[in-house]
């Protein structure tokens, strides 16, 4: 004979089964879609970072090909220094700067150094002037500051540095850091 004890003993384990039979399915269907939701954002995460990449890598290369084709210019314009009488070379390449800083108001700054003796005039008639680097050399610096434009002296340190000595080594077009 059953009794209510027995009834509720035999409900409560026929109630475990079916629960533990819906929860064992339950959880393998949440384990899959966890890791396929995880596999998708992952994916989606990967693409969109890609594309972001893509299309910032794309900018830049356009600034740079802007200030890259304004610095061709400007050697180019250098190139036929010779053409300019040697006590009106640094002068000229000192407007030369400015104009072009003028012209891209983007750039930071616009400068050329010159080893001693290769512009090809005196530089001791240069002496004390923002025209002359302590070594003897030419330094034109023209840099934006609040909007305004402004020059500076170049140091005998500047003649260390890798934007000058990569280029002097390599004698052609150098982008570094």
Do not use: C
């Not at 949440?30 to 995880?38: G, H, K, L, P």
Request: charged share 25%; proline share 5%.
């Amino acid at each position: 004979k059953k009794t209510p004890r027995t009834k509720s003993s035999l409900f409560r384990r026929m109630l475990l089964f079916i629960g533990a039979a819906s929860l064992i399915p339950l959880a393998g269907v949440i384990t899959v879609a966890s890791f396929q939701s995880y596999r998708t954002v992952s994916d989606e995460t990967t693409r969109y970072a890609m594309e972001q990449g893509r299309s910032s890598a794309a900018l830049i290369k356009a600034d740079l090909q802007l200030h890259l084709g304004a610095v061709r210019s400007l050697a180019a314009a250098f190139e036929s220094y010779r053409k300019v009488p040697p006590q009106k070379r640094r002068e000229f390449f000192s407007e030369e700067i400015r104009a072009t800083l003028e012209r891209y108001p983007s750039a930071l700054a616009v400068w050329t150094q010159w080893a001693p003796g290769a512009i090809g005039d005196d530089p001791s008639a240069y002496r004390g002037t923002d025209l002359a680097a302590p070594n003897s050399g030419f330094g034109a610096v023209w840099y934006r500051k609040n909007g305004e434009l402004r020059t500076m002296d170049l140091e005998d340190s500047d003649y260390d540095a890798i934007y000058y000595t990569a280029v002097k080594e390599r004698g052609r077009e150098t982008i570094v850091d």
